[in-house]
């Protein structure tokens, strides 16, 4: 079975690239990296700082792309191998038509990974009598790129001061309601206070209503 073959698709068209560049050999591997952003917090006495979570930071895929022309000739007609390595490299510069670097996504059997190129860095390894570069060995680092709607629909983030619904289910208490959304039982009453359209019971929740989960007064515990 062949091994599908890798490419780097442009996302951005300019009239300098292609709308797709296809690797010559496929890389041997490929890493992830993903990281934290830790603030360090010093309390006197203590064996170690506390640390407190300040924001991720972006992923980073690292890979090396092999590229060799001898197949064409090493001899006075050989074929420069900038000629393929070219294409990756200009994705670390500046286009004129978007005064940036593009943003691309990788594509590799189940890897998918949009981005932009960090760094290309470009080791040529063998060459003609003539001193025409005909092997060369990308090394490239791609930045994750993720608008910032993408990322707050991932992260689906939910917090006890703002305006929520929650639909109700068979066997529903606004009680447990109030566990599930504040992590408080006792905070029913403010449940019951903004639905009172709704409710003709507090003890028996119609299932189906959907109802209005209002951010927590300041001050409740939770």
Known sequence: ?????SQIEVLDQTSNLPNT????????????????????????????????FV????????LELFFDTTDEGTGDGAQDVRSQTNQIYQLVKIQSETHAPPRVRVLWASLSFTAVVE?????????SPAGIPLRATLAV???????LED????????????????????????SGIAAEMYGVPTAW???????????PSV????????????????GTKT
């Open 141 to 147: 680092t791609f930045r994750e790129y993720k608008k």
């Open 189 to 199: 009453r403010h449940i019951a206070d903004a639905n009172s359209a709704l409710l």
């Open 1 to 5: 079975m062949t091994l599908v073959k």
């Open 151 to 174: 990322q707050l629909h991932e992260l689906k983030l939910e917090s006890n001061d703002r305006t929520r619904q929650r639909t109700v289910q068979a066997g529903d208490t606004l």
């Open 55 to 62: 924001r991720g930071q972006d992923e980073r895929l690292t």
């Open 119 to 127: 760094t290309v860095r470009q080791t040529f390894t063998l060459f």
């Open 203 to 218: 003890i028996d929740l119609p299932p189906g209503v959907t109802l209005t989960i209002p951010p927590l007064p300041v």
């Open 21 to 52: 560049i296809d690797v010559q050999f496929n890389p041997d591997q490929y890493q992830l990296e993903k990281a934290a952003q830790l603030a360090e917090i010093g309390i006197p006495g203590l064996d170690s700082p506390l640390l407190q």
